[in-house]
């Protein structure tokens, strides 16, 4: 039996020219292992830090006046590049018009220097509890990527496992019910919609192959519990099957 870990810390970009900021951040959201804060102090270090594949971070947190650029507009660049992960503009330039301005660009929350730490941690992870509500998340599966957008299972080498439409829903349906068992009758509906042609037999040949792409990890990450299944994010696969 594969062992068990503890949910991977969520990787959180800080970017801000001022290193006495961007070390209490570090330090705050490192302090109790629910996070792995990085650093850039400049555009161009968060640009090649961003773009690595695979995509490294669950969120950013992005100042204003950078040396080499306008934070604002970073931020709208990257949102028409495709980075859909959240967004927080912490910034000395509060004015209202200042954040509307962050708001319009593209940024999910608008935070004013000097800022209170407890205040800005609660707002990120309200952020990041409504990015994993959204089709634009990508979900952390034990040491795996899993995007539901892109149907696809990503491993920390890279390599990547793509999912049929039906079984990226299943595992994103599984990954929000949490730790509760998901009888097969309503994740039948969820998935299949109220069909009177699809069966439960259907769902089980779905979750059969599945766990046939997931190859040894299959009986840790999705387990079979009374008439349901349940999702195990802290299932540690050991590798993909070819």
Not at 36 to 57: D, H, K, N, Q
Not at 67 to 73: F, K, R
Not at 181 to 209: D, F, I, K, Q
Request: with cysteine; glycine share 8%; net charge neutral.
């Amino acid at each position: 039996m594969a062992a068990i870990r503890q949910q991977p810390m969520r990787p959180i970009l800080i970017i801000d020219d001022d290193a006495s900021v961007r070390a209490l951040l570090a330090e705050q959201l490192g302090h109790d292992g629910e996070f792995a804060p990085r650093e850039a102090a400049s555009l161009g270090e968060a640009e090649r830090m961003l773009l690595a594949s695979p995509p490294a971070f669950d969120a950013i947190l992005l100042d204003v006046g950078l040396p080499d650029g306008d934070g604002l507009a970073f931020c709208s660049r990257l949102r028409q590049i495709g980075v859909r992960v959240p967004i927080l503009i912490v910034s000395g330039h509060a004015t209202e018009a200042d954040i509307v301005r962050g708001l319009d660009a593209g940024a999910n929350d608008y935070i004013a220097k000097p800022f209170r730490l407890r205040e800005l941690l609660a707002r990120l992870r309200a952020q990041l509890r409504n990015h994993e509500h959204s089709d634009d998340a990508t979900l952390q599966l034990g040491v795996f990527r899993f995007s539901a957008s892109a149907r696809s299972l990503t491993d920390a080498a890279g390599q990547r496992v793509r999912l049929t439409e039906k079984e990226a829903a299943i595992l994103k349906f599984l990954y929000r019910a949490g730790s509760v068992a998901v009888p097969r009758e309503t994740l039948l509906a969820a998935v299949w919609g109220y069909n009177t042609r699809v069966s439960t037999h259907t769902l089980e040949t779905h979750v059969y192959r599945l766990r046939r792409k997931l190859g040894d990890v299959a009986g840790e990450m999705i387990a079979t519990e009374g008439r349901g299944y349940r999702l195990n994010p802290a299932a540690r696969p050991v590798a993909f099957a070819a």
